[in-house]
């Protein structure tokens, strides 16, 4: 082991609760929260229906649950499930890490009866070593403020896997010899970085997106548990010269970033948790909509047009084509003629039966789009930033307009998610799978998640 293997394992072994500070132990429980609610309401989608069913299919040892589905798999299926339903309705936070990270975490904190202090712990660890790794290799959105689009290979968020890798080997207590193999088996399970060609494949766009979750998350534990085994991996994976960042085809390697600090300047507080279930980089766009709808009381038949404007953006070749649920996800005009009528966020956004309304696609054709003058500019000077600006011309000959800086959920002051907020999203998506009151009630333990002792005895309560 050299300096960013040893440095990480390091920091797993010897990161205890008592030392994480008060808003790491909080965004742990919202990612698990946030993850939770999105994996619930994945449950209605195709992708979901699907991974579920395989999943239990191939089922195992009752060593943890599938949300929804009211039966205990094999860990490591389990796991494979839950990400898939995390990440089915693009309803997950950003970067897409969490899908990766929060099902490997709950299945081995459950087949170890582990306690809620130790999976925060385990979390805070994951997610950190999450997003060092992203910042260190990622260059997507310096691609789209440089030039207009995504760079020529690319993944999402695939390295969280390592995240994921250390995470679940510091709840199985693994000495830094076996963390080691984890991490270097985890980075040969790694999936390749597919972004690019899925971005550029036209409608109908398949079920898996620019990330297999689910294969990602399955890949972390069943690493982790070889490694504890004793099958060996490549345990300098991080610091060979044709290490992981190389093979993995990123497309900017800044090692030092990932130590910059480690263990007493945390930077995985920086997650976007989203309110709506479409691609991120509309999050700012709607916001404009919504506020313009509420405020001025505008019903889809009086309006004529709608012009929205934000960053450049290159998921999707047809912004007219929802045949699929993935269409749907990275579809401007869908998405804002979805609030036009008034559907709540969650799965109902992309159903069938909402993705062949005639009064939904004929409103479509009411929105243009295109790039703000200066939403790249602005993303360079603020990551954070998501300038947009939405005018809406009504029948009356009014027009109007709203312009945000940052869309909801963004981890600045006014615009984060409240507590109140993900417990909403939870216990609405929840209640597809069981009653209010039980929701309601497995909120509050997740919320208090440090207090108990058995995390299987909280994933019990939540079973359908």
Not at 37 to 65: H, M, N, W, Y
Not at 279 to 307: K, M, N, T, W, Y
Not at 446 to 457: C, G, M, N, Q, T
Request: aromatic share 10%; charged share 20%.
């Amino acid at each position: 082991m050299t300096e960013i293997t040893h440095q990480l394992i390091r920091f797993a072994q010897s990161t205890a609760f008592e030392s994480l500070p008060s808003e790491v132990i909080e965004v742990s429980k919202r990612h698990v929260i946030d993850a939770l609610a999105c994996a619930f309401a994945g449950t209605r989608s195709d992708r979901g229906k699907i991974s579920t069913q395989v999943a239990t299919r191939l089922g195992g040892p009752a060593e943890a649950s599938v949300i929804g589905a009211g039966v205990k798999i094999a860990s490591v299926n389990a796991a494979f499930a839950n990400s898939e339903l995390m990440n089915a309705l693009d309803y997950d936070a950003t970067p897409h890490s969490p899908p990766n990270i929060v099902p490997a975490m709950l299945a081995m904190a459950e087949m170890k009866r582990a306690s809620g202090r130790e999976l925060i712990t385990s979390l805070a660890i994951a997610h950190e070593t999450a997003w060092r790794l992203y910042s260190a290799m990622s260059s997507f959105m310096s691609s789209y403020v440089e030039k207009g689009t995504s760079p020529a290979v690319f993944g999402n968020s695939n390295e969280a896997v390592l995240g994921a890798a250390f995470g679940a080997g510091r709840l199985l207590s693994l000495d830094a010899e076996k963390l080691a193999n984890a991490v270097g088996l985890t980075a040969y399970f790694c999936s390749l970085p597919v972004g690019k060609d899925w971005h550029t494949t036209p409608p109908p766009k398949p079920m898996v997106k620019y990330a297999p979750t689910g294969w990602l998350s399955k890949a972390a534990l069943t690493a982790v548990l070889l490694a504890e085994e004793g099958m060996t991996g490549n345990g300098r994976v991080l610091d060979s010269e044709y290490g992981f960042w190389r093979f993995y085809g990123a497309a900017r390697w800044d090692p030092d970033s990932i130590l910059a600090g480690l263990g007493e300047r945390w930077v995985s507080d920086a997650y976007h948790f989203k309110p709506y279930p479409c691609c991120r980089f509309f999050h700012s766009q709607i916001d404009c909509f919504l506020a313009l709808r509420e405020e001025h009381g505008l019903e889809p038949d009086e309006i004529e047009s709608v012009e929205s404007l934000s960053m450049p953006f290159a998921a999707n070749p047809d912004q007219m084509s929802v045949s699929t649920e993935s269409d749907a996800q990275f579809s401007l005009p869908y998405n804002l003629a979805v609030v036009a009528f008034g559907i709540p966020a969650g799965p109902r956004w992309q159903a069938m039966e909402t993705r062949q309304d005639r009064r939904i696609l004929d409103f479509m054709r009411k929105v243009s789009f295109g790039v703000h003058p200066e939403a790249q500019r602005a993303k360079a000077e603020d990551p954070k930033s998501w300038l947009a600006r939405v005018t809406v011309r009504a029948r009356s000959g009014r027009t109007y307009r709203k312009e945000v800086r940052y869309a909801r959920g963004t981890p600045v002051q006014g615009y984060a998610l409240s507590k109140q907020d993900l417990t909403e999203k939870f216990v609405r998506s929840a209640q597809l799978c069981i009653p209010k009151e039980k929701a309601l009630k497995a909120a509050d333990q997740f919320w208090d998640l440090e207090k108990s002792d058995d995390v299987a005895e909280i994933m019990a309560a939540i079973a359908a």
